[in-house]
């Protein structure tokens, strides 16, 4: 089997390693618009060719979408309309976006709907491009399929095969119910390390050797800011209904605190803090 | 040599376990007010002796304070005073507080003061009690020492030498710099993490699989939420004034954050990202 994978950053360049290496196909395919990650993902060997988006359309089996969600819901539709110009009923594309409506929406109706199918495996670092991909990064970890329904029968089978070969535990949900959770559990962290860089790199104006005392606590609470605006700018906008939902309920928590601490009500700050203790529960 | 160290959770237990194996003193009494935190200290072996707090300071040639930072502020002068009381001039008492201008004001006219060592040593988890203990804690990290030149140089020398013995590199400071530094570096990101957890946990209520996608990042911003309110809402009473600033800036960011997304402005979501990813130079 040929995998043909366009945007091989993080995501994408690290399917390529384990797909490859694991046996789940013979031969990658890959697209890279950027010349310079193209060149460093030619040279660290993750596809076995780089090449055109028609040819690798053209000439694979399984289609890798793996490029910031706002490009992936315009490329979908037209690698679908790629297959069906040439009657290959049998190819499949998926993509590995954060963002699911979106994509839903923009491949509702194609007559060749059954043959994409929309997932998005949980995995990451807070690294970008193909100097970030890395084996085993999928092991373990969560992927969600969107509209499972939506797909064929054996297209769906073929992505479970794919996804098992990564070792990923596969979760079904439709994909407003994914862009809800995702909201919650990971789109807001983004949004509250980026505050929070951006609140002590202001005060770094000013005091120069701030960051001396920064603490284990500090680095885990704002290493996602570090994360690209080319994949966030989009997962922020497609998901903009959930996520200001979300950001107004964390501004008024933020604000209890606020004002708890603002009037020596030490009663109400225990309580909120016995409150958020209850994480401990859920989060290892 | 005999250490004291009132409060055996994490960091006075950490302490006691590197302070006797790697042979900075032969002895270590132990003061623990909580029945069951004493019960496991004694069984964990972490003095070897479970004392009052009479005979661990009239006992001890060095005693360490380790108990919340309100509880410490009394409890220092009442310690000074007892040296006072028996004439012990060499004897030396440190604090390992997370803000000091509250404990360098209560301890400001003490005619003892110079055998007082303001420090705070930046190690730790988000656990707490003898149970979170854990040897070489502290290796490679920093500690703060504050207003140095109110300790004796004898004073300031032997803690020092038990700081070097733990492995950590000593930053000086005045112990207002010192509030309002981690103010912005440790404080504000346990309140960031006290929100989100009291965000996501407050829609569990209506979406039981909510944290089926918790994905690593959000585990890493939301880890915070464990910590312990009888530690931190001292902390935060304590350094009110440095802290409410800091949520302040940090709520004025989310705020810029949730506009830009609110009204679709892609480019000023991408410029806050980009601010933002300044953080990458700065922390690993």
Redesign the interface.
């Known amino acids: 089997m040929t995998i043909g994978i366009i945007g091989l950053g993080l995501i994408g360049g690290s399917m390529a390693i384990d797909l490859k290496r694991r046996g789940f196909c013979e031969r990658v395919l890959g697209v890279e618009s950027d010349p310079v990650s193209a060149e460093a993902a030619a040279k660290m060997g993750l596809a076995d060719e780089i090449v055109s988006f028609e040819r690798c359309v053209d000439g694979s089996d399984i289609v890798v979408v793996a490029v910031p969600v706002g490009t992936a819901s315009k490329m979908v539709p037209d690698i679908l309309d790629r297959f069906k110009a040439a009657g290959a009923a049998d190819k499949i594309v998926i993509d590995v976006c954060s963002t699911k409506e979106r994509i839903g929406l923009e491949t509702k109706y194609h007559p060749c709907r059954k043959q994409f199918v929309s997932t998005h495996p949980?995995?990451?670092t807070?690294y970008s491009g193909p100097w970030a991909a890395m084996p085993n990064l999928f092991d373990g970890r969560?992927c969600?399929i969107a509209d499972a329904a939506e797909s064929s029968p054996a297209a769906l089978k073929k992505i479970e095969d794919l996804y098992n070969v990564l070792n990923m535990r596969m979760?079904y949900m439709d994909s407003s119910a994914?862009d809800?959770?995702?909201a919650?559990?990971?789109h807001?962290?983004?949004?509250?390390?980026?505050?929070?860089?951006?609140?002590?790199?202001?005060?770094?104006k000013d005091?120069k050797?701030?960051?001396?005392?920064?603490?284990?606590?500090?680095?885990?609470?704002?290493?996602?800011?570090?994360?690209?605006?080319d994949m966030?700018?989009p997962i922020?906008?497609q998901n903009?209904e959930n996520?200001?939902r979300?950001?107004?309920?964390?501004?008024r928590?933020?604000?209890?605190?606020?004002d708890a601490?603002?009037s020596?009500d030490?009663d109400a700050?225990?309580e909120?803090?016995?409150?958020?203790?209850?994480?401990?529960k859920?989060?290892?």
């Open positions: 949980m995995a990451g807070e969560a969600i979760l994914h809800l959770h995702t919650y559990v990971s807001i962290s983004h949004i509250t390390s980026f505050a929070l860089a951006l609140t002590v790199l202001d005060k770094e005091e050797h701030i960051f001396d005392l920064a603490s284990g606590g500090f680095s885990s609470t704002v290493r996602l800011a570090k994360s690209n605006a966030w700018v922020l906008t903009r996520i200001l979300v950001v107004d309920t964390y501004i928590k933020m604000n209890l605190f606020r601490i603002d020596f030490e700050v225990r909120l803090i016995g409150e958020a203790n209850r994480i401990k859920i989060i290892r």
